[in-house]
């Protein structure tokens, strides 16, 4: 049974873009449509240049010392990215845009993606590839991820 390509949509994202390619099979000529998402997520210098302060003991005679981030401040930013590219993926999932997603991802935000994927959007996932597509161009992006589910589902 083939699938109708038009209906599958692909997201290459990492930790500072999202690309999702639409509408793979609209033709040899046509580029598939495209919707860009940039983060704008600064260096981890920048993000952890804000530190959290300092506090008072509440015994030793006034004593401060410094705080601690209570989680990795970078990490944030990129989740807070996926989260935005999960409500913007949900939008059109809802609107019944496409049937099947397909996933190419850095490793690290592969990770970090996969848990936070609602279940009626992660069941629309066919492929999950650990690679960062996003060097390459507008036409070249298509193909490569056209090779690669010709190759078959593979969740890793």
Known sequence: MKKDASRVWALAIN???????????????????????KTSAKK??????DKPGRSFASKGGGRRSAM??????????????????????ESHRR???FDQLAIFAEH???G???????QPLSALVIKEVPKN?????????PKAILHELADGPRIS
């Open 15 to 37: 930790s500072t873009q999202a690309r999702i390619v639409r509408g793979l099979g609209t033709g040899e000529n046509a580029a598939p449509a495209e919707l860009v998402l």
């Open 44 to 49: 981890p210098r920048d993000i952890m240049s």
């Open 68 to 89: 601690e981030y209570s989680s990795d401040p970078v990490t944030e930013v990129h989740r807070d990215f996926i989260r935005q590219v999960i409500q913007l993926l």
């Open 95 to 97: 609107a019944a845009e």
């Open 108 to 110: 690290d935000m592969l």
């Open 112 to 118: 970090l993606l996969r848990p936070m994927l609602p």
């Open 133 to 141: 597509f996003l060097h390459l161009s507008e036409h070249e992006l």
